[in-house]
């Protein structure tokens, strides 16, 4: 078990960034492939962003290609995800998680029109 804790949402202006932190506790932070998800309302939760274990791989869902960057730092046991041009309808909630299928509580991230 691993607990994962965001940080760095808020309000921003359509065409602003943020950029989110996910720090881990327990656990090996290292094994694991760690995701952004976010859920906005009256919606599911969908996928986001993923990084590999060492870095090396990442993957992103189409709407957020190109805007997002997700990256990690073993060493601080934190993932990041970078949001650049942003948009309103990446207004969400977003979660980090684990391949273990550990989530964060979740933070709001809201994007004026």
């Known amino acids: 078990q691993v607990h994962l804790v965001e940080s760095g949402g808020g309000l921003v202006q359509t065409g602003g960034s943020l950029r989110l932190s996910c720090a881990a506790s327990g656990g090996t932070f290292s094994a694991y492939v760690m995701g952004w998800f976010r859920q906005a309302p009256g919606k599911e939760r969908e996928f986001v962003a993923s990084i590999s274990r060492s870095a090396i791989s990442t993957s992103y869902a189409p709407s957020v290609k190109g805007r997002f960057t997700i990256s990690r730092d073993n060493a601080k046991k934190s993932v990041y995800l970078q949001m650049n041009s942003l948009k309103p309808e990446d207004t969400a909630v977003y979660y980090c998680?684990?391949?273990?299928?550990?989530w964060g509580q979740g933070i709001q991230v809201t994007v004026s029109s």
């Open positions: 998680n684990s391949d273990y299928n550990d």
